[in-house]
Every structure is written in structure tokens, then in C-alpha cells.
Nanobody, 128 residues
Framework: QLQLVESGGGLVQPGGSLRLSCTAP????????IGWFRQASGKEREGVSC????????GYSDSAKGRFTISKNNAKNTVYLQMNNLKPEDTAIYFC?????????????????????WGQGTQVTVSK
């Protein structure tokens, strides 16, 4: 069973940066689309970004564009979400998810239901 492990969350001041990591021990992520989602307290889970297995295609939500960058290190089998210029409204639990489907640049972000595998999440808090 594919298990995803997120790390890198924490407390940061507005305007600061964090880099989240997602890996899957024992599984080659080259065969999966990896998505980042977040869920703020009392709100629905929403898509933030995604990247294809070989890293050639990726997408962002409107709130992430220009501030977040998704990338994949194939040698380390790890997907990263670099988050810059963080805002209080970015406070949420961030989850990575994996699924096998096609994704092309400029497509809408995949829906939650397309990802059968999920990590436990990592808390990101943006506050003074």
C-alpha cells in the first residue's frame, strides 16, 4: 500500500517561506501524479498544486500562482512545494496525494476523488 509522508510544515511569519516535502518510502513516484491540497479549519479541502511523475507537467490554484512552486527530485523520490510570501490565509493542514491519471499543463487541477492515496498532512501556520 502506497503511503505518503509529508514534512516541512511549521510556524512562519507573514511574508516568510516554507518548503514542504512529500515522499513515499518503497514506491517510485515516477508513475504517479502528486497533488498538494490544504484544509483550513472549518473549510473544505482544496487543491493547491500538482505535478506529473516525471515532472514535465504541473498546475497551480489561483491562490498559489506566483507564490508557490512545485518540483520533483526524481533521485530522492520526493516532491516539494516551495511556498513564498506566505499569508495568514495560507494557514492550513497541507496534504500530499498520489494518483495514476493523465494531467497536462493548463488543465484544471485534479479533483480530490482522483487521488486514492493520501498522507497524514503537515500543519502550516502563518502568524505574527
Amino acid at each position: 500500500q502506497l503511503q505518503l509522508v509529508e514534512s516541512g510544515g511549521g510556524l512562519v511569519q507573514p511574508g516568510g517561506s516554507l518548503r514542504l516535502s512529500c515522499t513515499a518510502p518503497g514506491f517510485n513516484l515516477d508513475y504517479y501524479v502528486i497533488g498538494w491540497f490544504r484544509q483550513a479549519s472549518g473549510k473544505e479541502r482544496e487543491g493547491v498544486s500538482c505535478i506529473t511523475g516525471i515532472g514535465s507537467n504541473y498546475g497551480y490554484s489561483d491562490s498559489a500562482k506566483g507564490r508557490f512552486t512545485i518540483s520533483k527530485n526524481n533521485a530522492k523520490n520526493t516532491v516539494y512545494l516551495q511556498m513564498n510570501n506566505l499569508k495568514p490565509e495560507d494557514t492550513a493542514i497541507y496534504f500530499c496525494a498520489a494518483g495514476k491519471f493523465t494531467f497536462e499543463n493548463n488543465w484544471p487541477l485534479p479533483k480530490i476523488g482522483e487521488y486514492p492515496y493520501w498522507g497524514q498532512g503537515t500543519q502550516v501556520t502563518v502568524s505574527k
